[in-house]
């Protein structure tokens, strides 16, 4: 080794391609990478910190901002946590709803990490074609709650509103469209051949270091390990659904893709089960502790009026205790630890990010590679440094 | 080196026209794009943009300085002072939003309980000098007047107070 020269080279975080503000620090010997080390922080906005100095409702708007491509999962996983913890009932509707955003989402995650990552390779055109197809999912988001992308639509309890009229048609609409876009982008890439070329073989991780990683989400299905929460762990009720949970085999960044674009299937045949089963209801817990009064009583009636001045000042306090909650995000297992002191704001909120774990195995997938790949992984493992540094 | 060749020849002469076959058919197709500074784009109902504060059909203020969405705003960015007319009617004195700190994540029109404030479809207000976005109550009402009249109608649903008064003898007995 003392003929050859070891060279560090930093990369990020100000780089196109890692995907916000990674920083990567790199040994390289010649164009061979022999130890990457991930560097984060960069976007550190102490998030966690400052939901403990609001109430919970309102700590809610902060989970958006985490992982900013899947706003609905981060607020799912809180208001799960809280529900409980407070074993509050979730009216049907409301789930049902849930999930079709949720998934949704999970459309609109991937769809990103298709798009940015298939352009870090040098397929201009899809980034193209799959942010137009994402404008569709936060179409809707704005239909249904206001904002193309913090949408703050889940609350404890329910939702903040029923879906507006005509929500079904868009999401059928959506439904009848998108397959067509999937085959579209199959056609694009899974036979390309420089999309294999750059793919296949890279970034491969076998499934025992995957799960010593503790990898989560396409991750680690990539690597043949049918692990994913929805199913194993069915939370919400994703137990009345059938779908599969598509696997991969050599756990490289071609069968992280092809789980992926598996994945957005399995998640139509889910919207369209959710959409054929939606019941009609009420999309807020009846119990007067947790979900305000409608807005028609606190007009009209003094009692509701001063039950929704108390609920907006004073929030509601879940009892003393501590609960862990997690479940699938589009990036792997987004988990939210809860500490409760009795009063109206949360002690300690903790996330466990799939990001941030996933990103700790990075050395495993580019060691030994060539540095044109350590793009290619970084696209792979789909971050979100929002997530990371929270 | 004749597996070499017809791989080569493969991704030249298959998978290459594969690909452009489909990037070639979005040439004869209607584009996607919004042309935004010509075209203002459209919103949906609930968009949530600039602040506005409503009036009663006779032109006085609706919003009674209860003061509940600055208690819901996560952000911080409502600040109020209050102040009582001659005749015993409670009003905000000075009413101001920062709409840089705001968040518009709509907990303030949740709150309010007299349907003054709502999050309006005006998204254009930039400006080069902070001070501009403290939005003051005269600000916030003009948006009222001037854009969003027309949509409010929609927007304050039970539109049971449609008179100040109105609300000491309802129509029918109501609740408990
Ligand atoms: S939209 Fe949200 S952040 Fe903005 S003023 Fe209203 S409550 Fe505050
Ligand atoms: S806008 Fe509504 S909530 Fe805010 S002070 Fe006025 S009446 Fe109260």
């Not at chain 1, 780089?15 to 620090?25: D, N």
């Not at chain 1, 119990?287 to 009583?297: L, N, T, V």
């Not at chain 1, 606190?298 to 929704?308: A, C, D, F, P, Y």
Request: aromatic share 10%.
């Amino acid at each position: 080794m003392a003929d050859r020269e070891t060279m560090t080279l930093n990369m990020g975080p100000q780089h196109p391609a890692t995907h916000g503000v990674l920083r990567i620090e790199l040994d390289l010997e010649g164009e061979t990478v022999i130890e990457a080390r991930p560097i984060v922080g960069y976007l550190h906005t102490g998030i966690e910190k400052n939901m403990e100095a609001k109430t919970y409702t309102q700590a809610l708007t902060m989970t958006d901002r985490m992982d900013y491509l899947a706003p609905l999962s981060n607020n799912l996983v809180y208001v799960q946590a809280i529900e409980k913890l407070m074993e509050v009932e979730v009216p049907i509707r409301a789930e049902y709803i849930r999930i079709i955003m949720t998934e949704l989402t999970r459309l609109n995650s991937h769809l990103v990490w298709l798009g940015t990552h298939a352009l870090d390779i040098g397929a201009m055109s899809m980034l193209l074609y799959c942010f137009r197809e994402r404008e569709k999912i936060t179409q809707m988001y704005e239909f249904v709650s206001g904002v193309r992308m913090m949408a703050s639509y889940f609350r404890v309890g329910g939702l903040t509103d029923d879906v507006p009229d005509g929500f079904e048609e868009r999401v059928k609409d959506i439904l009848d469209t998108f397959p067509a876009h999937i085959d579209e982008y199959e056609g694009l890439l899974t036979d390309n051949k420089i999309w294999r070329n750059r793919t296949i073989g890279v970034g491969v991780i076998s499934a025992e270091d995957a799960i010593d990683a503790g990898l989560s989400g396409p991750n680690l299905r990539g690597s043949g390990v049918a692990w994913d929460l929805r199913k194993s762990k069915p939370y919400s009720i994703y137990d009345k659904f059938d779908f599969i949970v598509p696997v991969g085999k050599n756990g490289d960044c071609y069968d992280r893709y092809l789980v992926r674009l598996e994945e957005m299937r399995q998640s139509l045949r889910i919207i369209r089960q959710a959409l054929d089963g939606l019941p009609e209801g009420p999309t807020k817990s009846s119990d007067g502790k947790i979900s305000p009064p409608a807005k028609y009583e606190v007009l009209t009636g003094m009692e509701q009026l001063i039950h929704h001045f108390k609920l907006v000042v004073h929030g509601f306090q879940p009892p003393v205790g501590d609960i862990y909650h997690s479940i699938e995000s589009p990036k792997g297992e987004i988990g939210c630890y809860l500490v409760s002191d009795g009063s109206k704001k949360p002690y300690r909120v903790h996330f466990r990010p799939p990001s941030f774990v996933n990103i700790s195995a990075f050395n495993k997938l580019v060691a030994g590679r060539m540095i044109a790949d350590v793009i290619a992984c970084i696209g792979s493992i789909d971050i979100v440094l929002g997530e990371i540094d929270r | 080196m004749n597996i070499d060749m017809w791989q080569t020849f493969k991704s030249v002469f298959i998978a290459i026209p594969t690909g452009l076959s489909i990037t070639f058919r979005y040439l004869f197709r209607k584009p996607v794009t919004e042309q935004y500074p010509k075209v203002r784009p459209k919103f949906e109902d609930r968009y949530r943009g600039l602040h506005y504060l409503t009036r009663y059909s006779d032109g006085s203020e609706r919003c009674v300085c209860c003061g509940l969405c600055a208690a819901a705003c996560p952000a911080d960015c409502i600040y109020m002072e209050c102040a009582e007319t001659p005749s015993g009617i409670r009003y905000a004195r000075i009413y101001e939003i920062n709409e840089l700190r705001c968040i518009f994540c709509g907990m303030c029109e949740e709150a309010c309980p007299e349907e003054a404030i709502f999050l309006g479809h005006e998204f254009e207000f930039s400006s080069g000098d902070r001070d501009d976005f403290i939005y003051t109550k005269e600000m916030l009402l003009a948006n009222y007047d001037k854009i969003e009249k027309e949509r409010v109608a929609k927007r304050i649903k039970p539109m049971i107070r449609q008179e100040r008064f109105q609300f000491k003898k309802p129509a029918a007995p109501i609740g408990h």
